[in-house]
């Protein structure tokens, strides 16, 4: 079972509180120029019995879950209230794991972000600090 196959179960990432505001997600300029704005009132319209339905080509606000990405401290978090937490932390210990792997891929996202979508970057994680109770991922770091 892949640690991410769990999501599909969970979905609360792609759910917003009842009472709570609706959760505008952040695009990047490009994924602005080829996708329509995705707010979140109560359940995402993109979500299916399997997951997301956009797989692949979801926004990389979306992709980068259950981590945020502070480009001031140009630190990594995780949201606590994720289940996959203890997992995915334990799995930063050996390259060849899901965790690692998704974690290199956010890191070379946010390198490349850093060039061309700083704005971005700053917009997200003050979207995701609002939205998430983070801790720093430790030792992660751009």
């Not at 996959?84 to 956010?106: C, I, N, P």
Request: glycine content about 4%; aromatic content about 10%.
């Amino acid at each position: 079972m892949s640690l991410f196959d769990h999501c599909s179960k969970c979905k609360s990432c792609c759910h917003v509180d009842k009472g709570a505001p609706p959760l505008e997600v952040n695009l990047t300029a490009v994924e602005q120029l080829s996708m329509q704005p995705i707010c979140i009132e109560s359940r995402c319209r993109h979500l299916s019995d399997t997951g997301c339905s956009l797989g692949k080509s979801k926004p990389f606000g979306c992709d980068l879950y259950p981590l945020a990405y502070d480009p001031s401290e140009h630190q990594f978090y995780f949201d606590r209230e994720c289940p996959l937490f203890d997992t995915y932390v334990e799995q930063l210990s050996d390259v060849k794991t899901e965790a690692s792997q998704h974690l290199s891929r956010m890191q070379r996202a946010v390198k490349r972000l850093k060039s061309v979508d700083q704005g971005y970057l700053q917009q997200n994680f003050s979207v995701d600090r609002d939205y998430f109770d983070l801790v720093p991922l430790g030792g992660a770091s751009d």
